[in-house]
């Protein structure tokens, strides 16, 4: 079964992405959620519809937790998939780059599946928590050191020092912030970054956190407590056997 959910997942989130092409040059209904700078577009809307639709016609006894219109199903409770339509939905309406489609399922609060698209390479990354796979190769990587490694970050949380985070920062080559935590995952698979800092929701976290899971990496609070799968919280996806030094940073 979890290999028919996980072709399934491959599948809906690359129609979504040749979906977001098509209409990559249309003109977006963009509406504010909480503030100026909290958008949403008519095309997030219609890519989450789609695919709720396809998850409720094929599993329909599966729960769903997704970014728009309220769909809030408790993770920890049975099997849910998590969807972000479009993460970095800032970059879709300003750059038309840099973002991406997200699913994820879980068991009963377990990570079985993550799914991402980096819509405009072309580019999906896909595992099940014990390996993962850029298209039809499979990911092979080796962390190097923090002194040799770049840090993916969230803005706000780096000026602030948000907990400790500028401090850890100098002991890296430097920073890099993209504003899609999707981009920022796929990023650390690649190689290109060692770790991520951020303020996240669940959707924006769950499938990458399955997809580093097999490279050793840790989804969990910047305080080191679990992720609660609810609401915003600062979270770090960063290497396990490298926690001491982080810790040693980090208040
Ligand atoms: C956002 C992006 C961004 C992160 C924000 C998220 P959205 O997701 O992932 O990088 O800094 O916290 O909300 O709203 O564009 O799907
Ligand atoms: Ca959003
Ligand atoms: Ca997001
Ligand atoms: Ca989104």
Known sequence: MLNTKLEFAKTVVQK????IKQHLSDDLEISEKT????????????????ILTQIQSTFPGDSVLAEENDVRHDISDGNVWVLDPIDGTTNFIVQRDNFAVMLAYYEAGVG???????????????????????????????????????????T???????????????????????GSAGIEYVNILDGKIWGYFSNLSPWDYAAGAVLIAPF????????????????????????????????????
């Open 16 to 19: 979504a992405g040749v979906f």
């Open 112 to 154: 079985k599946i993550g799914v991402i698209l980096d819509v405009m390479n072309d580019n999906l990354y896909w595992g099940d928590g014990t390996s993962a796979y850029k298209n039809e190769t499979q990911i092979h990587l080796t962390v190097k050191p923090l002194r040799q490694s770049l840090i993916g970050v969230n």
């Open 216 to 251: 050793g990496y840790v989804t969990q609070q910047i305080d080191g407590s679990p992720l609660a799968f609810e609401g915003r919280q600062m979270m770090m996806s960063v290497p396990s056997d490298q926690l001491d030094k982080i810790k040693a940073y980090l208040k």
């Open 35 to 50: 503030h100026f700078d909290d958008l949403v577009t008519n095309l997030d809307r219609e890519v989450q519809d789609q």
């Open 156 to 178: 706000y949380m780096y000026r602030t020092n948000a907990g400790g985070l500028l401090d850890l920062s100098h002991e890296s080559l430097g920073v890099r912030a993209i």
